[in-house]
């Protein structure tokens, strides 16, 4: 199985960090590369941050399809141009959110998700109303760090738990979502620090959520629905 | 009063049309200047092309916040880079979708929209649940022809009143939206067709709807709100 | 264009002062003319003030429809006798609570209403119900103040900006709507006194937002539809 | 026990009707007496009758508050002015939408209401919402009889069958309700006809429903809260 | 009329406490018997003993059909087996949460439950759901004392004031719902002291509840749709 | 990691089966053991028959837990016992239901469930609901074949295609779910008959979604919240 990870911001510094993460959650026998973008943004935080990045994720849609690959995660939990690339390529693709949180459902009654900053909580709102769970999520807190600030990586544990700890003492949460794939390697402690204090809950990451998910539906054979997910009509395109 | 109008499509072609069309629906005061893009595609019919013209229809915002304009209209039903677009400016923005559906809503219970092509079916849906005003609405038909076919009119509004006059009879709409902005210029004759077979039901046209609805809030003295439309914070952009 | 606007209390004394703030609302060419109750309450502040005022406003409307007006404003943000009227005339008709809460969901997430008395807040919840708009209100608040003594303009504005921004700062509201009619002159003052305090919210007045919202349904030349206000049967009526 | 039940129409010529259906209904200990209005309309049939019922009905609810009945059902599917009877009497008051519709809830999944004619059908989900339970509403049919036409019970019997034997077949409805109180004395004729016919369904009979509803509410010693149902503030009032 | 009250719990000693109780509930004419369970659990207070309650509530069922009652009341507000029970009982069977919850609508806007442990809150939440009445729970309190220590009966009162109290006080709360069937004999004592602590709001005892709408039920005579409640097709069953 | 298949009906003649069905989906290196129950029912075609088969399941969950799985499918997509299996193992546990509607959810708008009999729809509708994903249903079919018949292969997949054709056709389903984890190793042919027909839309195994759904929460580290699903209090249990 081919998985291929676009990481949705311009730069080559991310690539490494990411392989190795991502393959931390990977079958054995799946094969995964990651790409960033020639055109878009240095990170995305905003609705004008994930319009900019959109058409150079699509263009690695675009490549990815011609590659043939078997699933694509577009690693950022704003999924951003998710719903775009399903329709130019039959594979899965998913981005950080619906994996996550769909995951989270099954493990407990209301969601809490800890994302970075104040200015990415509409698009969330937006998006879980957008794939109808709103109801489900409890609260939606924020550790006050810009994306390109998480390489601090006590800092943002420090955080988490804070807001998470918070969240599920107030009942607004039983189960935490890490509200940006950007915050690599530090669930399973969050979860054992949690533990450690009273608050049992689990702790998804968006990350591996995204690739077990695509590797459960290509093992399930699935692709996106092309009465959802028609093929854009051809037409004159200059982008 | 100054408003701009983004045709959010590549090309000149459309400019005139549009500018005329909006020019019979604001008030006399309004100054209308019509713009359309330089990078983006022939027109928007799918997620991909709504992805593709966002950077190009936000060139055409920050022109504006730099012009000083007292309004902006996206002209898409699609409401295309809308929500990017009020994080950039502090004047309202409105694409095609949000002020007809609104304006429907205080006319009658079911709103029928009667658009294009089944392809942006889910677009509209979507949009819908963004809004929260997806229980709203009774039905989205199609009158299966392309954006840029629109300019048959005859066959347009046969086609429109084939549809809405059955999505009435069969109960489904109370309120006709015309769910494209490029079916101008029809509006009134089809609410007076579908009256004079006994479907006295009223048709927004989203132009009309749109421009009205700056007009208003221009005057009103309302700019988005910036706890839910947070300017984007400074990094690198290279698009 | 010619707006009437009914004033659903008995006595003559608001009659000048709804006159002046309507015409600070209304286009130049727009006609206005404020007419009063002979059968009513001094004020709306209960379902039961609601129920007993409505025939006197019914019979303004009748006398709106037999004047040919185009659109009428029943001045109460309580939307009384609202769906009644769209019955028994040709006209739009609105109340101050559809107008000003549709335009509030283009402005920012979440709507906050500031009202008067605790006895209308059920009425509101009601409200926001039956137009399904319900899940978008994130706090409705209270002055405490009774619609007759709104005319001490300085300590509504104190309590309403008490409350406004508190509301704002719990992250319970990111649009303020003023929840009386009778609040009338203070919503840009509140808004600009907001923004000085780090809460650059739109304050939306609902005697503005239905005055326009009428003069846009007239051009836009849409009326009830007929399908789901139909007329009334004829029958012994004796009120 | 004392119930009050007001006719909301004017005339005395339903007054006996309703007094021997009523007492089919009630408890052997509860007393019940039959009120009609002294202004209102013949029938309730629109928005706009219910409007000018209003007045009376809670003519009678202060009669009935000064004579300290246990309770008051007000005869409309509509819930005429019952909201508003709940802020002035310390007793409960139903119509025949809310008590005849959460029975209802209690017996099967989908409800279908069978009423009297189109024009009442944007009132009831317009209740609906209100009552929150718009989700539960399979069907709203009609059988295009007016209120003064049900005393041909025959006609009525089988425009009835018709409809709901209909609703069932489809998958519509699992239980229902007549959706009007001038439906009398048919509910069981009705539910025998349709099992006769191998749609197997409770049929819920408005009075029934609401007399019952009123003698349990009673009997557990509930009333209005007081929370939700506060007195109306002092003030001038002519009607 | 008779009613069949099962305890969903082994053993014989609650069943006179629950006769008592039940019998003063119960209209004069109203036979009331009560049986526990041969095999099940002390008590339902977890998904786990309401499963392992169930077989032993089916048996008591399956009874009571052949004993011809009139209507079955399962005497736990958490409705174990309701649903199975009405599939093969043809007369209306409850719990205590529906009647009690339902009853509870027609009295004010939000609902607030008070229950006995946090356990159960989960339950409630998912039974709320799948009646489709969430929206109305304004909250679930817990008193923290298991089923069977509630024979302390100041303790309890005391317990479910202070929580009652705070869900009023806060807003949280316009009609008070016990939320556990062992709290017997102490909703209008605690009614009378929430409003003598001027917090005026109805309070609900759940087997008040359950025995007057079996008795409506039964006097209406509504049994269980045959489309929702379908018999369980013949097989081997060994249980 | 070990992964336990609890088939939900008594005998030993489905065990072979299930474990080669299950062996396909799962990985490699996923060890998979199947039980089936010593008491309960032949199969759960009702909610009689699955609050029979529950504490037979229970004891099954129990033995896991002792056993130190990694994980529990019970194998019915009626998702029996699940959530009171949840209280007592530290390991994820799904039926068919969740994961595999879950997983239809990120494929396609709309969910066409293709179920037994019409006696498991209210259930079917019951879960979504507790799921909170009942908007996304749009349509539930039967093949009206009981469980124990689906031997049948080839009558079983020209329903199952009939169904799901329909379904598609008539816009009520963007992708398939099959609504019985009896309709073994069809999903894949009824994919490609569908596509062959030009409908290009993917179908969910619900036995693979499952076995996929616990592999990828075991590698997540994922357990069941403690804050939804609390241990049981201690008591006499007898059954």
Redesign the interface.
């Given at each position: 199985m081919h998985i291929r990870v676009v990481v949705p911001a311009?730069?080559e510094t991310l690539i490494e960090h990411v392989r190795s993460e991502v393959a931390g959650?990977a079958?054995l026998d799946t094969k995964v590369d990651v790409v960033s973008l020639t055109?878009?943004?240095?990170?995305i935080?905003?609705?004008?941050?994930?319009?900019?990045?959109?058409?150079?994720?699509?263009d690695r849609i675009e490549e990815a399809a011609s590659d043939g690959v078997d699933g694509v995660f577009i690693t950022c939990f704003g999924d951003p141009?998710v719903?775009?690339a399903?329709?130019?390529i039959n594979a899965?693709v998913?981005g950080g959110f619906?994996?996550a949180m769909?995951?989270a459902?099954?493990?407990?009654?209301?969601v809490g998700i800890v994302t970075v900053?104040?200015?990415v909580v509409?698009m969330l709102?937006?998006l879980a109303?957008?794939?109808?769970?709103e109801?489900?999520i409890g609260t939606i807190r924020v550790i006050d760090l810009?994306v390109?600030s998480l390489v601090d990586r006590v800092a943002m544990l420090d955080r988490l738990f804070e807001q998470a700890s918070d969240a599920?003492a107030k009942?607004e949460a039983?189960?935490i979502v890490l509200g940006c794939t950007g915050m690599v390697g530090v669930?399973?402690e969050l979860?054992d620090r949690l533990a450690a204090n009273g608050?049992?809950?689990?702790v998804?990451?968006p990350t591996?959520?995204a690739i077990?998910?695509l590797?459960?539906?290509v093992?399930?054979?699935?692709?996106?629905?092309?009465?959802?997910?028609?093929?854009?009509?051809a037409?004159?395109?200059?982008?």
């Open positions: 311009i730069g959650w079958a055109r878009g943004t240095a990170s935080e905003s609705e004008y941050d994930e319009a900019l990045a959109a058409p150079g994720i699509l141009a719903h775009a399903r329709e130019i899965p998913v619906e994996p769909l995951m459902l099954s493990l407990g009654e209301n900053l104040p200015n509409p709102n937006s109303r957008r794939y109808t769970i109801r489900r810009p390109l599920v009942g039983d189960v669930a399973a979860q608050r049992a809950v689990p998804v990451d591996g959520a077990t998910w590797e459960s539906s093992r399930l054979g699935l692709t996106p629905s092309r009465t959802t997910y028609m093929p854009p009509p037409k004159d395109r200059c982008v």
